[in-house]
């Protein structure tokens, strides 16, 4: 079964460029033009992955990143910002409201393709199976399900590859270049894509509550994950 993509963004030749380029790799794709028909859409179809401008007429982007995070049965759906808002404190906001990766436009269609394929890479170095179980902190991982003290803990995509690449790494230290191109497929990172991983491991940290010490900083290199204690 093919992937399915929806492309939001009010300027129709963006939409027809993106569409084209998704077809080629083999989703299927839907479109909206406004903030509106988006949330209904993605209520509705329940696409595998959103490409999403942030200035939409109605709803804006980032309102609708975070209704779509909020909800329960939508918030695994990948979401890809795609906007001409290039400043670094707008990609921090559109990266805490939820999204999983965020692009300027003028945009490559071939780096949008790659980025794709990276956010839809689930769980990829999580080959063992079955659920692993760390304090109260159980990881389903073929379900791509993590529960603490009992509770579903809701997870987006890059949250959960996140949290499986900081485990598969045995303790080691990872820093934030390894994380970049292990879970976002980025290499050679630059210093605002450094920030997406620290936008990421806060989200992380606040959704596990009190297994959420099991994430430990270490200053100046990057992060581990802490199975003692």
């Not at 939409?56 to 309102?63: F, M, Q, S």
């Not at 001409?84 to 490559?108: C, N, Q």
């Not at 894509?193 to 990421?200: A, C, F, K, L, N």
């Amino acid at each position: 079964m093919s992937l399915k993509a929806l492309i939001v963004d009010d300027e129709r030749a963006i939409v027809d460029l993106v569409r084209h380029h998704l077809e080629k790799e083999g989703l299927s794709c839907i479109e909206a033009y406004e903030g509106e028909t988006a949330l209904q859409l993605a209520r509705t179809e329940r696409p595998d992955l959103i490409v999403l401008d942030l200035m939409l007429p109605g709803i804006d982007g980032l309102e609708i990143c975070r209704l779509l995070r909020r909800d329960s049965a939508l918030t695994k759906i990948a979401i890809i910002m795609l906007t001409a808002k290039a400043e670094e404190i707008d990609r921090v906001v559109g990266l805490e409201m939820g999204a999983d990766d965020y692009l300027v436009k003028p945009f490559s269609p071939r780096e949008l393709v790659a980025r794709i394929k990276a956010v839809m890479r689930r769980g990829r170095d999580l080959k063992t199976g079955g659920v692993r179980r760390v304090g109260t902190l159980e990881i389903d991982e073929y379900k791509h399900r993590v529960r603490v003290a009992g509770s579903l803990i809701d997870l987006t995509v890059k949250e959960f590859d996140l949290l499986g690449a900081l485990i598969q790494a045995n303790g080691r230290v990872l820093n934030r270049e390894q994380i970049l191109e292990m879970v976002w497929g980025y290499a050679n990172a630059v210093e605002i894509e450094s920030r997406t991983v620290d936008v990421h491991i806060r989200r992380l940290r606040e959704k596990l509550k009190d297994e959420s010490h099991r994430i430990v900083t270490v200053k100046g290199v990057g992060y581990r994950f802490e199975e003692e204690g």
